[in-house]
């Protein structure tokens, strides 16, 4: 039973950890930011199994986090509500070919790392923008400006 409380409160640690982190980090991680990510794995581990190294406790470390996994993944499904608060919303940080800076510093993110994602969508310009959306997992959408008006909120913040 130490092990489930254990690995109920590593979960919600880093569930939390990985929330304050944003958007940006979990979208384009450099090659030391995944290396201290198999670290933490690594710590995770030892704090929640502590000395225990027998295949029931990892079983039981495995199956806890699968558990609170699959409840928030319910909840989001149940209580559609909850869904900004557990996954994050989309945010607007390209209008019309104008970078929205406001909400490019709220996810410390840069002009250019947008534009290192438009080139890889095949946009050349940032004037070819009617809208990038930050997603919540961490990718760039694009939307091309056509000849005509597109039709989106004309809102700066969160999509939804």
């Known amino acids: 039973m130490d092990i489930v409380l254990r690995a109920t409160a590593m979960f919600f640690i880093l569930y939390l950890l990985l929330r304050l982190l ?9 090659p030391f930011e995944v290396v201290v990510l198999v670290v933490m794995g690594d710590l995770i581990q030892q704090g929640i199994t502590h000395n225990d190294f027998s295949l029931t406790g ?22 559609p509500r909850l869904k900004d608060a557990l996954e994050g919303t989309p945010r607007v940080i390209v209008r019309h070919g104008e970078l929205l800076e406001d909400n490019l510093r709220r996810d410390r993110m840069t002009r250019a790392e947008v534009e290192s994602e438009m080139r890889l969508a095949g946009i050349a310009r940032m004037t070819d923008v009617a809208w990038a959306i930050l997603e ?25």
Do not use: C, H
């Open 58 to 79: 990892a079983t039981l470390a495995i199956v806890t986090f699968a558990f609170w996994g699959l409840v928030f993944g319910w909840l989001t499904y149940l209580f």
């Open 136 to 160: 919540p997992q961490g990718k760039i959408s694009f939307i091309r400006r056509d000849d005509g008006e597109v039709n989106q909120p004309d809102d700066d913040g969160p999509v939804g």
């Open 22 to 30: 944003g958007k940006r980090e979990l979208g384009q991680m450099t």
